[in-house]
């Protein structure tokens, strides 16, 4: 090998941990992982959303650091549940429920999203909330937490 092409293949070696230390662009998504979001799913509410907040460990290059993320889930029998991000898909504020109009509602800019599916009724989210994966073991639920990017019709993860 000559000392150009070692040089090169050293550049390329380097460039991916390089670039993704520096530019959000080069960064793989991280593995998503199972979170307990429930002890108990026969202390649950059935047939109106309810949020769970929980602190999540975030590995960003070589800082970690901690983030307190919310997420929606809901029920009607304590059996399936569905799961969405409380994240709105707009700009980022935390959605809430309004239990008088039976949806969700960012209070930031109005969006307004169903209750059912999380599709947008109303305001300026581009996309309805992010779904996330759920299951029941044992009586817990577990929500597998992504974080996606906002702004964007495509559901993007980070
Ligand atoms: S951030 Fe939710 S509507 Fe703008």
């Known amino acids: ?24 662009a080069f960064r793989r998504p991280r593995a998503a992982r199972w979170v307990r979001v429930v002890p108990d799913v026969n202390s649950v509410d059935i047939g109106v959303p309810f949020k769970v907040d929980f602190i999540d460990e975030v590995q960003d290059g070589w800082i970690e650091s901690r983030a307190l993320r919310s997420v929606w889930l809901s029920t009607e029998d304590a059996v399936e549940f569905k799961a969405w991000s409380g994240v709105c898909t707009h700009l980022g504020c935390s959605v ?63």
Request: hydrophobic fraction near 35%; aromatic fraction near 8%; glycine fraction near 10%.
């Open 96 to 158: 809430s429920f309004d239990t008088e109009k039976d949806r969700f509602h960012c209070p930031c800019h109005h969006g307004l999203f169903d209750k059912q599916s999380g599709e947008v009724l109303g305001g300026p989210p581009p996309r309805g909330l992010d779904p996330l994966p759920v299951k029941v073991e044992n009586d817990e639920v577990f929500v597998q937490y992504v974080t996606f990017r906002v702004g964007t019709e495509r559901r993007e993860p980070l």
């Open 1 to 24: 090998m000559s000392i150009a092409s070692a040089v090169l293949t050293g550049l390329i070696a380097g460039f991916t941990p390089v670039a993704a230390a520096l530019s959000p």
